[in-house]
């Protein structure tokens, strides 16, 4: 499967037999690709960069790889054949760009997990435990945290392609995304740093996600929510078709918002 833009080509695999957006690719991922490398690239080099249900395919989160970020985290579930499938394509994406940053594929359940270390640091909530595998172990997938070489002032960028569509996972979602959110010096204790950085002020952070209506959940609801957790959201691109999309077959209006 080709996932280009005029400026940024991507072959990567999925698995559409198993019928679930988590396998293959929706309409909603290339469009946010398409935008990431016509209009938001150059934040783009130097970031850290975190996928939140990136799937089997991880194509936003490559793409910023591609295009100079200093360090991609790819986040999905720990269930099925997605995480391996999403560590094929990352090899894949080095054989075209052997120069790439470093990227990383971790397990994630929204809320429970942090997506940059991997680390369980919360028990789900309800909403989402109630819909896990019977049996799932949720714990510890023991990985490391980023390295301090790719810490503090440089610009944190969150992704998401067509994540907010289940109602029940607005909050979990939410919470994973400001688990992303840098602190800043003065609340890591560091007055010296402090002092010395804009009003103490936490590294950029935001959040670019391509959002559909489609499913049972409503984008207004999921902005409501965002903004009731003190975060501000901006629409970039006003509703359009996501673009090709056959492995799915889904044609949502897809627009383009930056959480911040």
Same mark, same amino acid.
């Given at each position: 499967?080709?996932?280009a833009?005029?400026?940024?080509?991507?072959?990567?695999?999925?698995?559409?037999?198993?019928?679930?957006?988590?396998?293959?690719?929706?309409?909603?991922?290339?469009?946010?690709?398409?935008?990431?490398?016509?209009?938001y690239?150059?934040?783009?080099?130097?970031?850290?960069?975190?996928?939140?249900?990136?799937?089997?395919?991880?194509a936003?989160?490559?793409?910023?790889?591609?295009?100079?970020?200093?360090?991609?985290?790819?986040?999905?579930?720990? /269930? %099925?054949p997605?995480? *391996?499938?999403?560590? $094929?394509?990352?090899?894949?994406?080095? +054989?075209?760009?052997? &120069?790439?940053? @470093?990227?990383?594929?971790?397990?994630?359940? /929204? %809320?429970?997990?942090? *997506?940059?270390?991997? $680390?369980?640091?919360?028990?789900?909530? +309800?909403?989402?435990? &109630?819909?896990? @595998?019977?049996?799932?172990?949720?714990c510890?997938?023991?990985?490391?945290?980023?390295?301090?070489?790719?810490?503090?002032?440089?610009?944190?960028?969150?992704?998401?392609?067509?994540?907010?569509?289940?109602?029940?996972?607005?909050?979990?979602?939410?919470?994973?995304?400001?688990?992303?959110?840098?602190?800043?010096?003065?609340?890591?204790?560091?007055?010296?740093?402090?002092?010395?950085?804009?009003?103490?002020?936490?590294?950029?952070?935001?959040a670019?996600?391509?959002?559909?209506e489609?499913?049972?959940?409503?984008l207004?609801?999921?902005?409501?929510?965002?903004?009731?957790?003190?975060?501000?959201?901006?629409?970039l691109?006003?509703?359009?078709?996501?673009?090709?999309?056959?492995?799915?077959?889904?044609?949502?209006?897809?627009?383009?918002?930056?959480?911040?």
């Amino acid at each position: 499967m080709l996932i280009a833009s005029d400026l940024l080509p991507l072959q990567l695999s999925s698995l559409p037999q198993h019928g679930s957006g988590m396998f293959g690719l929706w309409g909603a991922a290339p469009r946010l690709v398409q935008f990431i490398a016509a209009r938001y690239r150059d934040r783009v080099r130097g970031a850290i960069v975190v996928e939140l249900g990136a799937g089997s395919c991880g194509a936003p989160g490559l793409a910023c790889a591609a295009l100079g970020a200093a360090h991609v985290v790819l986040t999905d579930v720990p /269930w %099925g054949p997605v995480l *391996p499938m999403l560590r $094929r394509n990352v090899s894949r994406t080095r +054989e075209i760009f052997p &120069d790439i940053c @470093p990227i990383e594929v971790r397990a994630c359940v /929204w %809320g429970c997990h942090c *997506p940059l270390s991997g $680390r369980k640091i919360r028990e789900p909530d +309800e909403a989402v435990k &109630d819909k896990l @595998p019977p049996g799932l172990d949720v714990c510890s997938t023991a990985e490391e945290p980023l390295p301090a070489s790719v810490g503090a002032p440089q610009m944190r960028l969150i992704l998401g392609a067509d994540i907010a569509y289940q109602p029940w996972q607005y909050q979990a979602l939410l919470q994973s995304i400001c688990d992303c959110r840098p602190k800043s010096a003065l609340e890591q204790g560091d007055k010296e740093a402090a002092r010395s950085s804009v009003a103490g002020g936490p590294p950029p952070f935001v959040a670019l996600l391509a959002l559909a209506e489609r499913g049972g959940g409503s984008l207004s609801d999921f902005l409501s929510l965002a903004k009731a957790e003190g975060l501000s959201c901006e629409c970039l691109e006003e509703p359009r078709r996501g673009g090709v999309d056959a492995d799915i077959g889904t044609d949502a209006l897809v627009s383009i918002w930056m959480l911040s």
